[in-house]
């Protein structure tokens, strides 16, 4: 069982810039790629990014490419997404996910299906 916590959302204006954390307990962070995701209300559940888990290729959506960054420390078993120039389309609750262990398909939304989910943190950007 692995659980994830999101920290670091917040409200900001647009342009600026946030970091969030999603911390894993146990000792198989390593195994899994991590990916992240959002949900704006009354849309649809977005793939934002993943990072894989042997050797920090990431991979990114085209709306955030550029902008976001996606980084894992597995010493600390936390991934990171570091967001800069924020627009007010990028508010949403964002999400951490583990996906399949070992897999080579980080890139793949599905892969993050049966994964574990964190909670979600809040991010707001103000025009």
């Known amino acids: 069982q692995v659980q994830l916590v999101e920290s670091g959302g917040g409200l900001v204006q647009a342009g600026g810039s946030l970091r969030l954390s999603c911390a894993a307990s146990g000792r198989t962070f390593s195994r899994y790629p991590m990916g992240w995701f959002r949900q704006a209300p009354g849309k649809e559940r977005e793939f934002v990014g993943a990072i894989s888990w042997s050797d920090g290729r990431t991979y990114y959506i085209n709306s955030v490419k550029g902008r976001f960054t996606i980084s894992r420390d597995n010493a600390k078993n936390t991934v990171y997404l570091q967001m800069n120039s924020l627009k007010p389309e990028d508010t949403a609750l964002y999400y951490c996910?583990?996906?399949?262990?070992?897999?080579?398909?980080?890139?793949?939304?599905?892969?993050?299906?049966?994964?574990?989910w964190g909670q979600g943190t809040q991010v707001t950007v103000s025009s």
């Open positions: 996910a583990t996906g399949t262990e070992y897999s080579a398909s980080y890139y793949l939304p599905a892969v993050y299906e049966n994964g574990y």
